[in-house]
């Protein structure tokens, strides 16, 4: 089961514009963790859109 941080970025990434430039950093920030850009990058090499 994902968790909360995982669901909230997910979220924000699907909302992202398409041509709208945004860094690791602000989509792990935007989710509730300034400090998870490395968790973004291991959710988006993983297979989340199944």
Known sequence: MPSEFSLK???IMKN???GKVVTY???ATYAGNNRGA???VRLLSSS???
């Open 9 to 11: 970025a997910i979220k």
């Open 16 to 18: 992202i514009p398409s």
């Open 25 to 27: 950093g602000q989509v």
């Open 38 to 40: 490395r968790q973004v």
């Open 48 to 50: 989340w859109e199944k």
